[in-house]
């Protein structure tokens, strides 16, 4: 099972970013997700979709940013919009399968003011 994350990097304040994420060697994934953990801070939920599109945010990023994921592809995306310094982190994607929970190895973005 691998989580691949792709598409971070440095931004300005007010910017955009979009992530993916590719999940392989799993199929029917329950839930997908992305997290985010800044330096000196705990790993915090940025938003969550089921398989069924049902769609969960944390209030810090509602009406910025968006997730979506394609399930034949097996791939979660967020949009970031209206990027903010403390959206500055390490981003994690997330699959739920069964009973397991799978992680992806994380990439930075970094918005700057």
């Known amino acids: 099972v691998q989580l691949v994350e792709s598409g971070g990097g440095l931004v300005q304040t007010g910017g955009s970013l979009r992530l993916s994420c590719a999940a392989s060697?799993?199929?029917?994934?329950?839930?997908m997700g992305w997290y985010r953990q800044a330096p000196g801070k705990q790993r915090e939920l940025v938003a969550t979709?089921?398989?069924?599109?049902?769609?969960n945010y944390a209030d810090s990023v509602k009406g910025r940013f968006t997730i979506s994921r394609d399930n034949a592809k097996n791939g979660v995306y967020l949009q970031m919009n209206s990027l903010k310094p403390e959206d500055t982190a390490v981003y994690y994607c997330?699959?739920?399968?069964?009973?397991?929970?799978?992680w992806g190895q994380g990439t930075q973005v970094t918005v700057s003011s």
């Open positions: 979709i089921t398989s069924g599109g049902r769609t």
């Open positions: 060697g799993i199929f029917s994934i329950n839930a």
């Open positions: 997330n699959a739920v399968y069964q009973s397991s929970v799978y």
